[in-house]
């Protein structure tokens, strides 16, 4: 039986008081080997990854499984080397010659109509790759456009498609805007957080749920499944429970 959606897993690092980077918003490269290790575990154990254009803005890449061991499972699972990479954009604003479009992933856009409209405008002004003809020119596989009524992504549909597509599971890696419209539609199943030792501050620092935020009342109550600690750094695996009927 289909599911109705991907069992949707966010993954984040974030300092010891909440940021998952900076306030310029820069690249957050604060973890280590043993976090990028558990981010591939939980890429590799996906069918695809979801992530907003300023976490793509800010590295200009995604990350790939770079684990000939992980690799290797997938393939022995009947799985490409990689799982499917989904932007998420209402504007499509960033560049099409950025190191992510030369990355050996499969690239699928899921935006509004007006985004998909700009990003295929910023290919038809790209100038001609000439002399660069070998090179593969950005691209997306598939554009996807679910919309609402009032214009903005229709992130539930979305994921509804994807089902169809027999995408199972979904790893979700920022930023707090996503996860925050993925909370509010009750999208998300688990979390993994890691807590790095440093302190980053700042009022304008991302935090791994962005937006308005919830009240005590109405905030997405968490089971703690299990937690670990390897040298400085805290793992937390969260069950998000389920609200009652």
């Known amino acids: 039986m289909l599911q109705h959606r991907p069992h949707t897993t966010v993954v984040l690092a ?3 008081d909440g940021k998952i980077g900076d306030f310029r918003r820069s690249p957050a490269r604060f973890g280590s080997r ?15 990854v979801l992530f907003g254009a300023g976490t793509l803005r800010a590295y200009g890449t995604t990350l790939t499984i770079s684990d000939p061991t992980l690799v290797q499972l997938r393939a022995q699972e009947g799985k490409s080397p990689q799982p499917v990479h989904i ?20 690239r699928w856009l899921l935006t509004t109509t007006t985004g998909a409209a700009s990003w295929k405008e910023r ?28 214009r903005e992504i229709d992130i539930s549909a979305a994921l509804k498609y994807l089902a169809t597509l027999h995408i199972t599971r979904l790893a979700v890696l920022g930023g707090g805007e996503l996860v925050a419209s993925l909370l509010r539609l009750n999208l998300i199943d688990e979390l993994w957080l890691t807590v790095c030792p440093l302190i980053l501050g700042g009022n304008t620092a991302p935090t791994p749920v962005d937006g308005k935020g919830f009240l005590p009342d109405l905030a997405p109550k968490l089971q703690l499944l299990e937690v670990h600690t390897v040298e400085q750094e805290v793992f937390l695996h969260y069950r998000l429970q389920q609200p009652a009927d």
Do not use: W, Y
């Open 14 to 16: 974030m300092s010891a």
């Open 34 to 48: 043993v976090d990028k290790a558990h981010l591939e575990k939980q890429i590799a154990a996906c069918d695809a």
């Open 87 to 106: 932007v998420t954009t209402h504007s499509a604003n960033f560049h099409p010659e950025i190191k992510f479009f030369k990355q050996p992933v499969r």
């Open 123 to 150: 290919l038809r002004t790209l100038p001609s790759m000439g002399t660069r003809s070998k090179e593969c020119p950005p691209k997306f596989e598939q554009i996807l456009v679910f919309e609402t009524p009032t």
